[in-house]
């Protein structure tokens, strides 16, 4: 029997973009080095220091622009949750697959030299439970419109 074809392959193709994008800014060595001067720098390092995943004082020492990194986090996540969701059709399967993706780009940046953090995740999570209440209230709005 054959199988049935995407019938979203271009939502596919925006979820995979937006994800590859968020993965750049998560890999890349020095995000500052990439904003200023679009270098990209990617290194590996095969024995990471875990422990730092679960420290909560740095949120605002460890980057001196950190409102507009967090702020990143936050709408990168909401806009991934979106695609999700528009492709998939339904919020909590999108919402697992961003809470997945943001757990493995924060674990993935300690492997990079880079800081993964578990605040981070909770804010990248904020952002796509945001995106799907949004999403909802739009929905429940255009429904009481017609």
């Avoid at 995407?6 to 080095?33: I, K």
């Avoid at 709408?75 to 979106?82: E, K, M, P, S």
């Avoid at 969701?85 to 993706?101: C, D, I, N």
Wanted: hydrophobic share 55%; aromatic share 12%; proline share 5%.
């Amino acid at each position: 029997m054959p199988t049935k074809p995407n019938p979203h392959p271009l939502r596919l193709a925006a979820v995979l973009a937006w994800a590859g994008v968020l993965l750049m800014l998560t890999g890349t060595e020095s995000l500052r080095q990439l904003l200023l001067h679009r270098e990209l720098v990617f290194s590996f390092d095969l024995s990471p220091d875990f422990r730092p995943f679960f420290h909560w004082a740095d949120i605002r020492s460890i980057h001196s622009e950190w409102l507009l990194v967090k702020l990143g986090h936050f709408l990168g996540f909401a806009v991934l949750d979106l695609l999700l969701m528009l492709w998939l059709g339904r919020k909590l399967p999108a919402l697992a697959l961003s809470l997945l993706f943001a757990l493995a780009t924060e674990a993935l940046q300690l492997f990079q030299h880079r800081d993964g953090r578990l605040y981070d995740v909770i804010i990248d999570l904020s952002g796509a439970l945001t995106a799907a209440f949004l999403l909802a209230c739009f929905a429940a709005y255009s429904k009481k419109e017609r």
